[in-house]
Nanobody, 124 residues
Framework: QVQLVESGGGSVQAGDSVRLSCVPSGSSFLSYHMGWFRRRPGKEREFVAAIRWRDDSTYYGDSVKGRFAISGDGGNNTLHLQMNSLKSEDTAVYYC?????????????????WGRGTQVTVSS
């Protein structure tokens, strides 16, 4: 059974930076892309960022472009999200996800494995 485990969440002030990490546990797998999603209070889960291992191309949601940076190692399915200039509206549970097939990277159905999430709270 594949599991993804997020870490690095916490409570910070607006303007601060946080780095999230995601590592796999359990059965091994080959991912073609990995990404971060988040669920803000009272909202649907939304796409944050993704990376496609074939060419390390990266993708970002409009609300985080220029502030967040995704990185990782496709060889061992580890993933990071560097979040800078945090705002109160970035407060959310952040989820790591991995996709094992070719396709898009911004929709939830394009991912096969999910972590349980890590809370990030930004106070203004």
């Amino acid at each position: 059974q594949v599991q993804l485990v997020e870490s690095g969440g916490g409570s910070v002030q607006a303007g601060d930076s946080v780095r999230l990490s995601c590592v796999p546990s359990g059965s091994s797998f080959l991912s073609y892309h990995m990404g971060w999603f988040r669920r803000r209070p009272g909202k649907e889960r939304e796409f944050v960022a993704a990376i496609r291992w074939r060419d390390d191309s990266t993708y970002y949601g409009d609300s985080v472009k220029g502030r967040f940076a995704i990185s990782g190692d496709g060889g061992n399915n580890t993933l990071h999200l560097q979040m800078n200039s945090l705002k109160s509206e970035d407060t959310a549970v952040y989820y790591c996800a991995a996709g094992v097939g070719w396709g898009g990277v911004v929709q939830e159905y394009e991912y096969d494995y999910w972590g349980r999430g890590t809370q990030v709270t930004v106070s203004s």
